[in-house]
């Protein structure tokens, strides 16, 4: 499985579905788009917590518990801040300030 | 990938499926949320499993760390003001090119001590120079947006020289790196990435910023994509690719959107030329005006056309503007907001604000579907914007913007703008447009214009 060769094939496929997928995005979404991307390659997540598991010394177990806070806050912040954007295009909130909200409709 | 059971390579499958659906969904309007939902099912599976297989030691404080993680990730994300989005999404980029970085210096210890094949070595020099280029890079266009330091570019003498023999630098660390391996190179690899990425977002103008972390953002993704290489990881590596390539071609997109090259927003301000009307006011006379007598103009017109730009955005005035145009329209006058793509600081973040103020989503029309109306519209009515409407983007070759798509509200009858200050755009030049016979100027602070304007059209 570990062949280089099977790797770049996985890495070659993956380019273009990368492409394929996004390639009618209107501009409207581009944020949220690169907001969403950006959560997801917060999955070095995963990596950080293989590595900080094997830590042999106590400097490799504070970097790689770095590594972990590091990779959350982008996982975790970048899915929850996507989400919040995206709430705006669909959901209506009816509670308005009532400072700046006279009634205009008469 | 030979030490993981099936069931487990067959979970990170299903959560790289979850990946693919989440960028497809966000795509397309109606699916964009439900495809964010699945990517972040997708990212909690995987990394929930990890824990279930993997012969993990120090488990309680990796544990711990993930919930620092989470509780800053999400009240960073929950408090954000929306106008102040894109600098938190590049430091979220950021971080991850971090973490990214150490994970992969921490792999290169383990490589060390062993007989590591070249293709690994290459991979992990990759991911701790990339990974450090975006950590640091974000970091600076964060500082740019929130203002902490100039939004202008920054240029010294000699910067090309340095910035150069950075990259020679860091490609000899690189070789260095898999032809002997040692910890130290790493660091010092690390370092080098560090000052690239600082001289490689400095020279970038505040409005081509957006561009620059959605540039970092696919650099992120690649770096993800390398160090799945390096740790074995089928997911890491195709999360990873997914990113990167989608990232450059979003990037790409977004670049067009504003009639540039990559190329030129990263290296255009080395070649000045681009220095034009460095920031000077001029006391060129221009026509200005109380709420009152816009207000006139607008409630006697037929057509008016909303321009919203960041201004609007940052006195937060977009709920009083959408009223206004609810007044107007209750006149049964045809308004319609146009939005440039790059209004706000991010491609599609006007649409975001002006979602969150209720405005309804056919009022908003996207550039290419609205300039043509320019001509038949009585009174444009530009809120907070200015270089979107600056016909230098047309008229002058070697202005920043030059190239730019622009909205054609020159060519209306009237044009208001609501400002400030004479003060330049966010490209620091100097907007003709202000000084045309047909433009009126309302000075002050967007909403409390739009407030005295809304007061004004509702007494007429």
Not at chain 1, 77 to 104: A, I, N, S
Not at chain 2, 262 to 277: M, P, R
């Amino acid at each position: 499985m570990s062949e280089p060769v099977v790797w770049l094939t996985i890495f070659i496929l993956s380019v273009f579905v990368g492409i394929e997928v996004i390639s009618k995005v209107s501009s409207t979404l581009h944020t949220p788009l690169m907001s969403g991307a950006n959560a997801i390659h917060g999955i070095i997540l995963l990596g950080a917590i293989l590595v900080t598991g094997s830590a042999q010394t106590t400097l490799q177990l504070v970097i790689g518990l770095v590594a972990v806070v590091l990779a959350s806050v982008n996982m975790v912040g970048g899915f929850v801040v996507t989400d919040r954007m995206l709430q705006m295009f669909t959901r209506r909130k009816p509670v308005e300030k009532p400072t700046d909200k006279p009634e205009v409709r008469a | 990938m030979t030490g993981t059971p099936v069931w487990v390579q067959l979970t990170y499958l299903l959560a790289a499926v979850c990946f693919i659906l989440a960028l497809k969904g966000l795509s397309s309007p109606r699916h964009a949320r439900t495809g964010n939902l699945i990517g972040a099912f997708g990212a909690v599976i995987a990394c929930v499993v990890v824990f279930f297989y993997a012969d993990l030691d120090h488990v309680v404080p990796i544990l711990l760390a993930i919930a620092v993680g989470t509780a800053v990730g999400l009240v960073g994300a929950r408090r954000v003001q929306m106008t102040q989005m894109p600098q938190l999404v590049a430091l979220f980029n950021g971080v991850g090119g971090g973490a990214a970085a150490l994970v992969a210096l921490l792999e290169l210890g383990d490589l060390v001590g062993e007989s590591p094949e070249g293709f690994a070595l290459a991979a992990t020099a990759f991911t701790i120079l990339v990974g450090s280029v975006s950590f640091s890079g974000s970091l600076v266009t964060f500082a740019k947006l929130q203002e902490l330091m100039t939004s202008r570019p920054v240029v010294f003498v000699g910067l090309p020289i340095v910035f150069g023999a950075s990259i020679v630098a860091a490609v000899l660390l690189a070789v260095l790196t898999v032809t002997d391996p040692a910890v130290w190179i790493g660091i010092v690899l690390a370092v080098v990435g560090l000052l690239l990425g600082v001289l490689l977002v400095l020279p970038v103008g505040g409005a081509d910023v957006p561009i620059v972390i959605s540039l970092l953002n696919a650099f992120t993704g690649l770096t993800v994509a390398a160090g799945g290489y390096v740790l074995d990881n089928t997911l890491l590596l195709v999360a990873g690719t997914l990113v990167g390539a989608s990232g450059t071609f979003l990037t790409k997109l977004m670049a067009a959107a504003m009639g540039r090259s990559v190329a030129n927003i990263l290296f255009g301000a080395l070649k000045g030329g681009s220095t034009l009307g460095a920031g000077e006011a001029s006391d060129r006379p221009v026509r200005s005006a109380g709420p009152e007598d816009v207000a006139i103009l607008l409630g006697y017109a037929h057509r008016v056309i909303v321009v919203p730009g960041y201004g609007l955005a940052v006195a937060q005035a977009q709920h009083t503007l959408r009223e206004l145009v609810d007044v107007l329209g209750d006149r049964g006058i045809s308004v319609d907001y146009a939005i440039h793509p790059v209004a706000g600081r991010m491609p599609g973040h006007m649409n975001v604000l002006l979602a969150e103020a209720q405005v309804p989503y056919e009022q908003l029309k996207e550039m290419d579907d609205i300039n043509s109306e320019f001509k038949q519209t009585d009174v444009v009515l530009v809120v907070g914007a200015n270089d979107v409407v600056n016909p230098a983007a047309k008229t002058t070759p070697g202005a920043p913007i030059y190239g730019m798509p622009i909205l054609d509200a020159d060519e209306a009858q009237q044009i208001v703008f609501l400002k400030r200050s004479m003060r330049p755009g966010f490209a620091g030049i100097e907007n003709e447009l202000l000084f045309d016979p047909k433009t009126t100027l309302l000075f002050g602070d967007a909403k409390d214009t739009l407030g005295k304007l809304l007061s004004s059209v509702k007494a007429l």
